[in-house]
């Protein structure tokens, strides 16, 4: 005895596609309205609204302080700016990159013009000098925020010597430099 054959339902090319994208549809429309998805959607308009608004308040700080300029919708860098610019990129510069020579500066500040020498050092401390003698400080690359100031203040530049020096006895090495303390 045969067994009854069953009928197979196949389906064509054309009948597939429809049933795929009525299915696609039918998830994406109940998706949308589900009310997670709309959550999600106001969550990241907000997200997105206010990291516009941190991005407006910057600016406009960054104009109060005069470090840019805004026109319309551009931004400008100021020539104070562009100083900053370059003290932070200097700041930032690989750590490999060092010519064998030492940056000193050296200073005797009259305690008259106390605030410069406060000035100064908070330079030296935040571009990572190292203090040698009371005085003397060193460090393995140049500092265009000492150089920005010694400009903006030409007075100055008697009591400050800044100089370029090549290795000397005990300090040979940038491992001897990272033995120094660093205030």
């Known amino acids: 005895m045969r067994g009854k054959k069953r009928k197979q339902h196949t389906l064509g090319h054309y009948e597939k596609d429809i049933l795929d994208h009525l299915t696609t549809g039918d998830v994406l429309m109940s998706a ?4 997670r998805s709309v959550r999600a959607f106001y969550r990241e308009a907000r997200k997105r609204a206010r990291i516009r608004s941190q991005r407006k308040r910057s ?4 104009a109060n302080k005069g470090l840019v300029e805004t026109q319309g919708d551009i931004v400008y ?3 104070k700016g562009k100083e900053l610019q370059q003290i932070l990129q200097s700041k930032t510069g690989p750590e490999g990159t060092w010519d064998e020579s030492w940056w000193i500066v050296m200073y005797d500040i009259p305690t008259s013009i106390n605030a410069f020498r406060f000035e100064l050092r908070r330079i030296l401390i935040q571009s990572g000098f190292r203090k040698l003698q009371h005085s003397v400080w060193i460090h393995p690359r140049p500092c265009l925020e000492l150089e920005f100031l010694m400009r903006a203040h030409p007075r100055l530049s008697k009591y400050i010597r800044y100089l370029k020096a090549p290795p000397f006895t005990h300090m040979k090495t940038i491992t001897d430099w990272k033995k120094l303390s660093a205030v």
């Open 77 to 79: 860098l100021t020539q």
């Open 32 to 35: 949308l309205l589900s009310g």
């Open 59 to 62: 600016i406009e700080g960054l």
